[in-house]
């Protein structure tokens, strides 16, 4: 079922979990996320960036995404978000399409551009009821074959003082964060990824929007947990689930050598995607009552 993004964020700050935000590229991990949140019986946040709507057109993703959710799960909330636009026109379009949420990632802006960019989008979205998400500070991309790369996120982190300000001055919904979150999977200096969970705390202190965790894939659920406790409503994860769609792929096309229908080679990968995002969506659901 299609509900606004609103809906799903009043519930999560009342009962203090964090939603599932899973990026989708085509039907089968389309499938396999709504798959996964029907197994969890949890709402989800079902989002595509601008590049996947242009590789499939974004009236055929977006009408994909919305006939799903709509008929495949019925029984689910289901928000729609545009994940990292980058213009104003990827906002125009996802918000011409039906999404309730966009994200205007300006954050490679300095700060004053940031939030001019960002509040333009606002004043617009607000008149379409329209959630925005901005981001401030940067989560930062990590490169495949994470073993190879070593990433200090320190440099990049948000600032608490400049939150309240971004906030304030942009009229943003969500906010996203930088917190020693990076896309991708990576390797620290000083071991497995670490949230600075002080940091967190000071920017929850200041500002008065729900918080978003991007990058969240290989961040372990110990830490997770303690985010959300610290104000994260909203956590992305995008690498898991194609790691999910690749590994079994390549299983599905290693076991049935000889099979060329099309479906029967990419029905594994409904399932596996499903499997991952229910168990994210378990985690997420955590509540510290
Ligand atoms: P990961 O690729 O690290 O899961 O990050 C997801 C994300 O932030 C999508 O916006
Ligand atoms: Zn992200």
């Known amino acids: 079922m ?13 009962e203090k979990y964090a939603i599932g935000a899973f990026d989708t590229f085509n039907l089968e991990i389309t499938l396999g996320i709504i798959q996964g949140a029907k197994q969890a019986k949890r709402p989800i946040i079902l989002q595509v960036t601008p590049t ?38 990827d906002i125009v379009e996802c918000i011409k399409a039906g ?19 960002t509040k333009k989008v606002v004043q617009y979205a607000r008149q379409h009821n329209v959630w925005v998400q901005g981001e401030l500070g ?6 495949q074959g994470y073993d190879k790369l070593i990433i200090e996120p320190e440099e990049f982190l948000t600032d608490p003082d400049q939150a309240q300000e971004f906030v304030k001055k942009t009229k943003i919904h969500t906010l996203a964060v930088a917190i020693g979150n990076i896309h991708g999977l990576y390797k620290m200096r000083h071991g497995v990824p670490r949230l600075f969970l002080s940091r967190l705390k000071e920017i929850q202190k200041r500002v ?21 406790s610290l104000g994260i409503r909203i956590i992305n994860i995008d690498t898991e689930i194609r790691m999910a769609f690749k590994q079994s792929l390549i299983q599905s096309l290693k076991v049935n050598k000889k099979e060329y229908d099309p479906r029967k080679i990419l029905f594994p990968t409904i399932k596996n995607v499903a499997k991952i995002v229910k168990k994210k969506i378990l985690i997420f659901g955590f509540s510290k009552k």
């Not at 299609?2 to 009342?14: F, G, N, P, R, S």
């Not at 689910?76 to 104003?88: N, Q, R, S």
């Not at 978003?212 to 985010?227: D, E, P, R």
């Open 138 to 143: 940067r989560v930062v991309k990590g490169k």
């Open 52 to 89: 996947t709507l242009k590789y499939a057109g974004i009236e055929s993703m977006s009408y994909l995404m919305k006939t799903v959710a709509q008929n495949q799960a019925k029984n689910i909330p289901i928000a729609l978000h545009l994940d990292h636009g980058k213009t104003f026109s």
């Open 99 to 117: 999404f309730s949420s966009v994200m205007i990632d300006a954050s490679n802006l300095s700060f004053d551009k940031n939030i001019a960019l």
């Open 208 to 228: 008065n929007v729900p918080l978003v965790l991007h990058g969240a894939s290989g961040i372990s659920s110990a830490q997770i947990k303690k985010a959300i």
């Open 2 to 14: 299609l509900v606004h993004i609103k809906k799903l964020i009043q519930q999560a700050k009342k």
